[in-house]
T-cell receptor
Framework: DAGVIQSPRHEVTEMGQEVTLRCKPISGHDYLFWYRQTMMRGLELLIYFNNNVPIDDSGMPEDRFSAKMPNASFSTLKIQPSEPRDSAVYFC???????????FGPGTRLTVL | SQQGEEDPQALSIQEGENATMNCSYKTSINNLQWYRQNSGRGLVHLILIRSNEREKHSGRLRVTLDTSKKSSSLLITASRAADTASYFCATDSGGGKLIFGQGTELSVKP
């Protein structure tokens, strides 16, 4: 298996622009997670899905952030409008079931100017 | 909110020495996991220990769990320069949600 795939790997945008991050989980995994990592706040869980349904979005910072999972093999995290404080590395991870280990993608490094 | 807290925040040792990292958490857990992150890369799963286990081994890794103290430790024996990375503990309190600590930055000098 190719592992968790994220795109783009790097994104540089200007404040106010819409940003869309993409993730393809490992085939057969029922759970998908979006994390954000910064030096100041560490690794934060933003939202996670089970069988394409959002279960917990309490970590989503504000209404500018939204996530969707239209099918089992694709998820997006959208920021609109983006702000400089959104600059971070965003990781997607997937898991087969709730007792299993979690596999992380390589991350998307987002820079908002 | 952070569940796990690693200690120390940074650790520097010589190749061949053992490295011990500790993790404390606040609520009851189903399992605790340790991950490694090399600079600029994603996290890689190392080992999972369930709440009813006290010790687990995987190669040069040894993990202990003390649920009464709500703490875990990761021991890397005979460290190598390639072990240089950040190490995170993550707790699973149910429902599939993992909460990560701030990590320990390990530097192994050749």
């Amino acid at each position: 298996d190719a592992g968790v795939i994220q795109s783009p790997r790097h994104e540089v945008t200007e404040m106010g622009q819409e940003v869309t991050l993409r993730c393809k989980p490992i085939s057969g995994h029922d759970y998908l997670f979006w994390y954000r990592q910064t030096m100041m706040r560490g690794l934060e869980l933003l939202i996670y899905f089970n069988n394409n349904v959002p279960i917990d979005d309490s970590g989503m910072p504000e209404d500018r952030f939204s996530a969707k999972m239209p099918n089992a093999s694709f998820s997006t995290l959208k920021i609109q409008p983006s702000e400089p404080r959104d600059s971070a590395v965003y990781f997607c991870a997937s898991r087969k079931d709730y007792t299993d280990t979690q596999y992380f993608g390589p991350g998307t490094r987002l820079t908002v100017l | 909110s952070q569940q796990g807290e690693e200690d120390p925040q940074a650790l520097s040792i010589q190749e061949g020495e053992n490295a011990t990292m500790n993790c404390s958490y606040k609520t009851s857990i189903n399992n605790l996991q340790w991950y490694r992150q090399n600079s600029g890369r994603g996290l890689v799963h190392l080992i999972l220990i369930r709440s009813n286990e006290r010790e687990k081994h995987s190669g040069r890794l040894r993990v202990t769990l003390d649920t009464s103290k709500k703490s875990s430790s990761l021991l890397i024996t005979a460290s190598r320069a390639a072990d240089t990375a950040s190490y995170f503990c993550a707790t699973d309190s149910g429902g599939g949600k993992l909460i990560f600590g701030q990590g320990t930055e390990l530097s192994v000098k050749p």
